[in-house]
């Protein structure tokens, strides 16, 4: 009867989240379709497709010069003019993949894809390629940076190395087309978005103040987070991911509210772990509504929805016991070897029969 109750609730649970989630889906595709209908190119994908076409005709090094963004913009027939806000900042594999973003140009979506794509690799039992899957970091590095370390720490080594063969490579490729004036205008560029105000308004920046104290904090907490990895490193996959995500963000000097899709992530994540309260998915939830009215009520809400999940995860990694959870090798065995492994042992440990004219022999 309990568990007839508590089945009852878990489904209510889920259709209550997937009928907000629809509803969600839908008026974010309304406001994409009144965005689109209003300017089709203020976006950045607009950017990227200049950046794209610049690298083409005046070679990838002159892709962060303002000038020649101007002279693309204006072929483009945008009618965007180069300021604050309207110019070209991403890392140079944007600019090669222009051809193939989605419409509203933004890389999270990728990022957060190739996130999953290593979590599921890992949890198959593939852990180089999961390392390279972390490749899409080079997209939009500040959304996921502290995820190839915490594998480090976790003891998932292959991981950790496959990724920095992916993303070694594409800085290589980055800085060779690029070429040292192009690297140096790539971080005069970083250096002035650093500088915009609206870049650090989902960030601690504004709560805080200085930037020289948000920096001191972000570093903290990018710090205590990757403690956190080091001591979950014994449990279940799905906190390495967590704890370096949630402590990723707030550690993030620069953040918009597309990039978000990571708390996304690390809140399915979430939802696949054991032991956690029953009211789990009312604190997911309620962040998700903080994000999503935010151009309504402001950042504060999204802000104490982070700094909560982080408060979790400490939690969690405090009462963590290594005893209590799986372990895993320094080569990040999956839960489905470990599975398997469980099997063999049921297997092995079966009472085999005893021959008794080999005895009487």
Do not use: C
């Not at 980055?174 to 960030?203: D, H, K, M």
């Amino acid at each position: 009867m309990v568990g007839s109750k508590s089945q009852r609730w878990r489904n209510l649970g889920v259709a209550a989240g997937a009928a907000t989630a629809f509803l969600f889906a839908a008026f974010d595709l309304y406001q994409w379709a009144l965005a689109y209908v209003a300017d089709r190119f203020h976006n950045d994908f607009t950017f990227y497709v200049a950046a794209a076409r610049i690298g083409i005709k005046h070679g990838w090094g002159s892709i962060y010069d303002l000038s020649i963004q101007q002279a693309e913009l204006d072929a483009l027939g945008s009618r965007i003019h180069v300021a604050e806000l309207a110019r070209y900042i991403s890392p140079p594999p944007i600019a090669w993949l222009a051809i193939y973003g989605l419409q509203l140009g933004q890389p999270g979506l990728l990022v957060a894809l190739g996130v999953a794509g290593s979590y599921g690799l890992l949890r198959t039992g593939r852990p180089f390629l999961a390392g390279l899957a972390l490749g899409a970091l080079a997209l939009k590095p500040q959304l996921a940076f502290l995820v190839p370390a915490a594998l480090l720490l976790s003891g998932r080594t292959r991981a950790f190395w496959g990724s920095v063969v992916a993303l070694g490579l594409l800085a290589v490729a980055s800085v060779i087309t690029l070429g040292p004036g192009g690297v140096a205008e790539y971080g005069a560029r970083l250096s002035f978005a650093a500088s915009v105000p609206v870049n650090r308004e989902l960030t601690l920046a504004p709560l805080l103040g200085s930037i020289a104290v948000t920096r001191g904090v972000q570093a903290a907490i990018a710090v205590w987070s990757l403690v956190l990895v080091y001591r979950l490193r014994g449990g279940q996959l799905e906190w390495i991911f967590i704890a370096s995500m949630a402590g990723g963000l707030l550690a993030s000097p620069y953040l918009h509210l597309d990039d978000l899709v990571m708390f996304g992530l690390a809140g399915w994540l979430y939802l696949r772990t054991d032991r956690k309260p029953r009211w789990a998915w009312v604190f997911l939830l309620g962040a998700a509504l903080a994000i999503e009215g935010l151009p309504v009520w402001g950042p504060l809400p999204m802000i104490v929805s982070e700094v909560a999940a982080l408060i979790l995860v400490s939690v969690a990694a405090l009462k963590h016991h290594d005893g209590d959870a799986e372990h895993h090798s320094s080569e990040g065995e999956n839960d489905a070897g470990l599975q398997r492994d469980r099997e063999h042992v049921a297997v092995d440990r079966q009472p085999e029969p005893v021959d008794d004219r080999a005895r009487q022999s």
